[in-house]
């Protein structure tokens, strides 16, 4: 049999490996939009969590398996559709994830300073797409939206020391702008309150410890909550009650003429209403938020207005509420309101030898590992249908070959993963010359010219 997987982030490789390692006949091709692999590994995870990024070593093992083939460069639904790709394939699975972000809906948030997390990230992390992004950090008041781990890794790398960022794979262009920056407080608001956090306990216990940075958190906002975490499940009690341990511990006190620290703080049920524009309506100020109250308990409580609000002072915005994927290619079905493919276990609904995995599947949550199960659920999907006979495997299917001249016709040239390696060769040697594990190439023109397309 051949399968195709569309996309080689985390869900692409782990459905790969798992069909791979599961069936012994299967021969598996990835495509992937950009000349480079890895999707989110490389261009989400941030750049001072190198031990995350170990997973690359088990994807790089997966593609230069014999029976695996990968093809960056090669955006579906463009160069080649997925009809075009059933065609050529016994069993198609969407493992593109969420290429776009949730919108905040609020008048103002198109003014300079306001950005999404996803592309605030993108910057820092070389993703092409926002390698102009030119963030204006001219300003001392940070604010974030949204309380997950995405957030933080924000707020850490606007706080950092830069003597840490040195040392990791940021990229050239953003480490310089951070240097520049004037950002010395970093304000993380969130609509619900500290039992409805969504970041987890190791990426508040990095903050809390950043060097030069102290936490300003509100004990008002913790009052009789040891008591209602009590019979909490694990996480969510250790988590909260290092946020109240972290309330209550004294500052350091600053020597006597030493700069003030930097500071981040936790603000709670608030919701935004608007991004205040400066006196010349030529970019952000501040924002108004509307003061919540919450309706039921634990994960499924509501914030409600109270008919309050509160301005803050801010000349930086970013807008971490989630990621979103978006619809590939007409002959696929879409959920628009839930922003996925509809399925059940990874078999698209209505559509015989197409799947999903990962974020286009579920939806933009979870961590590494979570997509790793998601993905071998859906490869389960795609081995049971081979098994029982639900994929005619009986008439061969020409695989890459058909695709090929397809996008050759269409003037597509391929990236092979050695062409990849060539691609990382280089970046880790101009990383090597700056002391960094790699210096990112954030232009895919250049890419294509290393490899000598």
């Known amino acids: 049999p051949r399968v195709c997987v569309v996309g080689s982030g985390p869900a692409g490789f782990y459905t790969a490996q798992h069909i791979l390692k599961h069936h012994g006949g299967a021969l598996v091709d990835i495509y992937e939009k950009l000349p480079v692999p890895f999707g989110l590994v490389r261009f989400g995870v941030a750049p001072d969590h190198p031990e995350v990024k170990n997973v690359i070593n088990t994807f790089t093992q997966t593609a230069r398996s014999e029976r695996c083939a990968y093809y960056g460069n090669v955006t579906v639904g463009r160069d080649v559709t997925v009809p075009e790709l059933q065609q050529a394939y016994h069993a198609v699975v969407l493992s593109y994830g969420a290429e776009d972000n949730r919108v905040l809906g609020i008048p103002g948030e198109n003014l300079p300073g306001v950005y999404s997390a996803r592309a605030f990230v993108g910057w820092y992390n070389g993703l092409p797409e926002n ?50 920056s004037k950002v010395k407080r970093v304000w993380l608001v969130g609509r619900r309150g500290p ?48 946020m109240i341990k972290t309330t209550l511990e004294k500052p350091v006190e600053v020597q006597a003429g030493a700069a003030a620290p930097r500071a981040w703080g936790l603000k709670f049920q ?26 039921g308990s634990g994960d499924s409580a509501k914030a409600i207005p109270t008919g309050d609000v509160e301005e803050l002072e801010c000349g930086l915005v970013l807008s971490s509420i989630g990621y979103r994927s978006l619809p590939l290619d007409p002959a696929v079905p879409f959920d628009s309101q839930r922003g996925v493919i509809p399925n059940s276990s990874g078999r698209v609904e209505g559509v015989p030898g197409l ?82 594990p790699r210096e990112k190439i954030v232009d895919p023109a250049e890419m294509l010219r290393i490899i000598g397309h």
């Open 195 to 242: 039992l409805q956090v969504a970041f987890t306990i190791k990426e508040l216990r990095e903050m809390i410890n950043l060097p030069g940075a102290r936490a300003v958190l509100d004990p008002a906002d913790f009052t009789g909550l040891e008591n209602a975490v009590k019979d909490a499940p694990r996480p969510r009690k250790r988590l909260t009650e290092l």
């Open 355 to 436: 799947y999903c995995s990962g974020w286009v599947k579920r939806g933009p949550t979870g961590v590494i590992i979570t997509t790793m199960n998601d993905s071998f659920d859906t490869a389960q999907s795609v081995l049971e249908d081979l098994q029982g006979g639900v994929l005619d495997i009986s008439p061969s299917r020409e695989g890459f070959g058909v695709v090929e001249s397809i996008l050759r016709s269409r003037g597509v040239r391929p990236v092979s993963f050695s062409d990849w390696e060539k691609i990382d060769a280089a970046e880790v040697a101009r990383g090597k010359a700056a002391g960094k």
């Open 270 to 295: 608030r919701s935004p209403q608007e991004v205040l524009p400066s006196a010349d309506g030529r970019r952000a100020r501040g924002i108004r938020m509307a003061l919540t109250r919450l309706e």
């Open 131 to 180: 390698r102009d992004l030119k963030p204006d950090l001219s300003c001392e008041t940070a604010l974030i939206l949204g309380h997950g781990n995405v957030a933080l890794d924000i707020a850490r790398i606007l706080l950092s020391p830069l003597q840490l960022l040195r040392k990791t794979d940021i990229t050239d262009s953003s480490l310089a702008a951070l240097a520049c």
